[in-house]
């Protein structure tokens, strides 16, 4: 889908290999005089056959082969530093394309994708203002638009085939509009974005294997009119843009299935076990504590919150009237662990729930793990989940007072409790943080 680096990148070979035939004619030049002359002067039977010509003198020749090879030598530098300079526009040009390509890949965020993507093609064009429309229901929807009417165009919507952009997403194919006031497809009310009068417009159509999902729009290049490589890089940028929009719909749509995933469980669990109600959630804010203070980073944060969440999901396999019997209760960790494990975007979390009861001197369960072998976010949520089975009045446990409870923790550390986060845990923890 690369189309307009492919168009480029067919120019510069063409151009450099124009430049190359002409400097293998300036050398061939170069040789054929030298060969001559060499020829004219050194033997003797080429000599006679030559003295019809005029006598020349010998110094007189020199000089003139002199300047002659002076000049194709020149002229081969000269094309030799065009050939360079060519080849090192491409290659800034593609190390560009590849950045941005990288960038765009790299985000996950549909709105600042779509921030970046326009960004990048006012940037490379040097436009004064744009837009990109996603098709939605068979319309145009302004998804993001920069210029003076971004705030009135943004979110409307418009059929296809009206306006340039219209046409573009209808027929698929780019549209170069060097004088907006001789195209009949212009629509004031739509494609005028920037307030003042639009005078030449660039659209590209954003296009997937699937189908056109929507189109990039850019108005009044600062300086002429839009050129055939605007066109090819924007086309490049906007099948790169397809890519990554259609990579961002998907993970902004796992994320939504996630939560409500993650919800539905949660209820399941709180409904399985009224004694528990709400008691994940606590675990999960006074895990943060400890993250947060161990500077742990994001994508680790976010993965223990959905851990502690769910550390107990295992319960929902055990009836209800055997949660607390501690033959069947010792093996919630497991089956958590088994149901959580084959759901892709639970994955990284299911060892952090298989070991939260292991304890740091390796008497725990299900499988005897000690001290730092024990994953450290199971070594959180354990810290966290007995702490908030002492001091919530919701407990199953007779509750205890704050103080009472942080005493409890000390007198485990090292031998239940890793002693370093149980440390953590104290000094940052206090009665107004308690849920």
């Not at 080849?87 to 549909?110: C, P, S």
């Not at 993970?251 to 939560?259: F, G, L, R, T, V």
């Not at 993250?291 to 994001?298: G, I, L, Q």
């Not at 396999?317 to 069947?328: L, R």
Request: charged share 25%; proline share 3%.
């Amino acid at each position: 889908m690369e189309r307009g680096l492919t168009e480029e990148k067919k120019t510069i070979i063409t151009e450099i290999k124009q430049k190359f035939r002409l400097l293998n004619a300036i050398a061939a030049f170069i040789i054929i005089t030298l060969f001559a002359v060499i020829l004219r002067y050194l033997y003797e039977p080429v000599t006679q056959a030559m003295d019809f010509l005029p006598e020349i003198s010998v110094s007189l020749i020199i000089i003139i082969v002199f300047c002659l090879t002076a000049v194709c030598f020149f002229m081969w530098r000269v094309v030799t530093r065009q050939i360079i300079s060519s080849i090192e526009k491409y290659r800034t040009r593609l190390d560009r394309v590849l950045n941005i390509t990288r960038d765009l890949r790299e985000e996950i965020y549909g709105d600042i994708l779509l921030d970046k993507i326009l960004d990048y093609s006012l940037s490379i064009t040097r436009s004064d203002a744009g837009s990109i429309l996603l098709i939605e229901n068979n319309d145009l929807v302004f998804r993001m638009v920069k210029g003076e009417k971004e705030i009135e165009l943004l979110g409307t919507t418009i059929p296809k085939g009206k306006s340039i952009a219209g046409w573009v997403a209808e027929e698929g194919k780019n549209l170069r509009v060097a004088d907006t006031g001789s195209d009949d497809r212009f629509s004031p009310e739509v494609d005028a974005i920037k307030g003042s009068q639009t005078k030449s417009v660039l659209c590209v159509p954003l296009v997937m294997k699937t189908g056109i999902i929507g189109v990039v729009e850019l108005l009044n290049k600062n300086e002429g009119f839009y050129s055939e490589k605007d066109e090819e890089m924007i086309t490049y940028i906007a099948d790169q843009a397809a890519i990554s929009i259609a990579r961002a719909r998907f993970y902004e749509d796992q994320k939504n299935y996630e939560i409500h995933l993650t919800d539905m469980l949660l209820e399941a669990i709180d409904f399985q076990i009224p004694e528990k109600m709400g008691h994940s959630k606590r675990v999960s804010s006074y895990s943060m504590i400890m993250a947060k203070v161990m500077n742990m980073p994001e994508q680790k944060q976010k993965l223990l919150y959905f851990a502690c969440l769910l550390h107990d999901v295992g319960f929902l396999k055990i009836k209800a009237d055997d949660n607390f019997k501690k033959e069947e209760f010792v093996k919630h960790p497991a089956m958590g662990y088994e149901m959580i494990r084959p759901i892709s975007f639970y994955a990284d979390i299911a060892p952090y729930i298989l070991y939260h009861h292991e304890r740091y001197d390796g008497f725990g369960y299900p499988t005897g793990l000690k001290g730092e072998s024990i994953p450290l976010e199971s070594r959180i949520i354990a810290i966290a989940e007995a702490f908030d089975a002492m001091v919530s009045d919701n407990s199953y446990k007779i509750p205890v007072d704050f103080e009472a409870a942080l005493e409890e923790l000390k007198n485990n550390a090292g031998t239940q409790f890793d002693p370093r986060l149980v440390e953590i845990f104290i000094n940052n923890i206090s009665p107004e943080r308690l849920l």
